[in-house]
């Protein structure tokens, strides 16, 4: 990634009408989780996406943001979204965001990634 990229971002400020609500949704799941951390959320916010490489994700209408619990486990590194058409997570989000899991987690052991808490507001 470029480092000014961010599907994330992309993914909840554009979409069709029929999915604004859910991505306002989905937006509001991040502030709350930006406040109190993943603890406590209410598990029809989010489910385990694949346990194996420790990949979640938020769900709100049709619409899935992956993630993984980054640094202290109480933060949420959020990796791409997909609107849902089966039963079944979206394999190459899932894969994707084992990858950035794996390179997150190696960046973190190497000291060349900080996790900074801001905790003035």
Known sequence: MSGQDCPVEDFLRT???ATEASRRG???MLEVVSRQGLSGLPSAWT???NKVKGIYEFRKGRL???YFKGAGRDIAVCTSGVLKDGPKAD???VERA???RAEYFSALQKQS???VNDDSE
Do not use: D, Q
């Open 91 to 93: 394999r190459p989000s």
């Open 47 to 49: 489910h385990e996406a």
């Open 98 to 100: 084992g990858m950035l």
């Open 26 to 28: 989905l937006l509001y």
């Open 64 to 66: 899935r943001l992956f």
């Open 113 to 115: 990634i900080e996790v």
């Open 15 to 17: 979409g069709e009408e």
